[in-house]
């Protein structure tokens, strides 16, 4: 009876010390989102990323005029040509039509190549900077706390401050 005693004794003890260590595990979460548009380097990284879209927009815009302009001058002069010209005139501006859109379809992958590239390193550096704050605070382990992200209920340690603060932002 004194052996079972002293076996409840160490069990008991063997689960709370477990289930203590267990509730130590410490949680944080932060929104990398907000993050990473509060870092300055994202609208260095906006600001390049508007000025290849207007540049792209407007090379779109005066070939789309010149496509436009074209079409008018052919439509006026179409009953003064030959039957065999206007359909030299057809193909070009067919051709002009798809040149837009090849182009336009061009734009849109350098742009998106563009993207990625230029957030590829703000992601870096916030992903350093959030492992660097949460292993000196003691966690184990970071949600990402984005709209969508995955976490019902963020009421635990947020690590925004000391991130911002890590990046000096």
């Known amino acids: 009876m004194k052996h079972f005693k002293t076996f409840l004794f160490a ?3 063997f ?12 949680i944080a979460h932060i ?5 990473i548009k509060a870092m300055p380097d994202m609208g260095i990284a906006q ?11 407007a090379d779109i815009q005066s070939m789309v005029t010149e496509y436009q302009n074209k079409m008018k001058q052919y439509e006026a002069e179409a009953a ?3 039957d065999e010209e206007n359909q ?12 837009i859109q090849q182009y ?3 734009a849109q992958q350098e742009m998106q190549k563009k993207e990625i590239d230029l957030l590829k390193p703000i992601t870096e550096k916030a992903k350093m900077a959030i492992l660097k704050v949460a292993r000196a ?13 995955g976490v019902i209920m963020a009421d635990g340690n947020n690590l925004m401050d000391a991130v911002k603060k890590d990046l000096g932002i």
């Open 11 to 13: 069990a008991a003890l």
């Open 15 to 26: 689960i709370g010390a477990t289930t203590f260590t267990q509730a130590q595990s410490k």
């Open 31 to 35: 929104n990398t989102q907000d993050l």
């Open 47 to 57: 600001a390049e990323m508007d000025k290849l879209g207007k540049t792209y927009e």
């Open 80 to 82: 003064t040509k030959t």
């Open 88 to 99: 030299k005139r057809l193909v070009e501006v067919q051709t002009m039509q798809q040149n």
């Open 104 to 106: 336009q379809g061009q």
């Open 137 to 149: 605070q003691g966690f184990e382990y970071v949600l990402d706390s984005t709209q969508g992200g």
